[in-house]
């Protein structure tokens, strides 16, 4: 969607609840959430919320929505509720006995029904949007526990790539889950069609989510980092934008700045991200050369339109082929 000159479909009376992840922390779907928020606003949505499962147990409002942050393991209590007896039968049948998951997976994908069915009941949201096929199984004993009555939206990416063995071993539970949604989306067609090696037959629509291209960039965001760091108009700077993870191609950067400033003194390095396995090692080679290598963690993003402003060549390296951003 463009910000200007496009009328919004009007979305008054949905309410949705996104599956995935919001900044913090940052990362591939938590920036398209981000991003996709004021469009949701704009066009009317009457409650949008957004449930996450990691290290944190909070809830707090942010630009206008409610951020759920759940810890599962604190939360375990949660199936001794006996109004989610029912919830927890169908989660057992489906995925236990019929799914075959390992007993551990199966606990945790009782607590993430449950919350999930708790935060649908207590915002009335009538909209489910989840974000990766490996990580949505709960919406399968969900969809028979709603009835049906729920809209579903499914997103994949790169889960074949990612999680092979777990993919092929849940083949049957993961085509189970593709067949139900309105909706299964993907942001490439090669991950849409990357399904098909487990025996999907569905569609997989692809939505292409692309690099906003208006407000990024400005002569005077790229002047004043270059001044603020000390560097000339004339010095090339390489970018790299993303998680410090190997998965995120860091590895590949770090592995090869060694000889690309030995053999090319015009260059500066500007990697930032968020915080990974791998930063460590970036904070290193930037003390090594701390004239020429930058390192920026968890960036607003504000902060972002900065760095692209200011830099001259951006690297991707691609983790064998999972990801799926074109």
């Known amino acids: ?191 849409a069609n990357s399904f098909k090696m487990i025996g999907n037959e569905r569609r997989i629509e692809p939505v292409f989510y692309g690099v906003e291209l208006t407000d990024v960039t400005s002569q005077e965001k790229r002047d004043g980092f270059r001044k603020k760091y000390g560097i000339k108009n004339d010095e090339v700077l390489v970018f790299f934008m993303g998680r410090m993870l190997r998965d995120m191609g860091l590895d590949v950067v770090l592995d090869t700045a060694e000889s690309l400033l030995a053999s090319a003194p015009g260059v500066r390095i500007v990697l930032a991200g968020a915080t990974g396995d791998l930063s460590s090692q970036a904070h290193a080679l930037a003390k090594q050369h701390p004239d020429r290598v930058f390192t920026f963690e968890n960036v607003s993003f504000q902060e972002q339109r900065e760095l692209y402003s200011a830099a001259d060549i951006l690297v991707a390296p691609s983790f064998n082929q999972r990801a799926c951003m074109g």
Request: aromatic content about 10%.
């Open 1 to 191: 969607m463009k910000k200007d000159n496009l009328t919004f479909p009007s979305l008054k009376g949905v309410r949705v609840l996104f599956l995935g992840t919001y900044p913090p922390p940052f990362g591939g779907i938590a920036a398209h959430l981000k991003a996709l928020m004021p469009a949701l606003i704009k066009a009317g949505t009457d409650d949008i919320t957004v449930l996450s499962f990691g290290a944190k147990n909070e809830v707090e409002a942010v630009d206008g929505i409610t951020v759920y942050r759940v810890n599962l393991k604190r939360n375990l209590w949660q199936i001794l509720l006996p109004q989610y007896l029912l919830l927890t039968w169908k989660v057992l049948v489906i995925l236990g006995f019929k799914g075959r998951l390992s007993f551990r997976f199966l606990i945790r994908e009782v607590v993430k029904a449950i919350i999930t069915a708790k935060i649908v009941s207590k915002h009335r949201s009538n909209v489910v949007s989840s974000y990766m096929a490996n990580a949505s199984l709960q919406l399968l004993p969900l969809n028979q526990y709603w009835a049906g009555k729920k809209g579903v939206v499914l997103t994949v990416f790169g889960e074949v790539y990612e999680a092979p063995e777990f993919m092929e071993k849940y083949k049957e539970l993961i085509n189970e889950l593709l067949s139900f949604p309105d909706f299964v989306l993907s942001s490439s067609r090669h991950c």
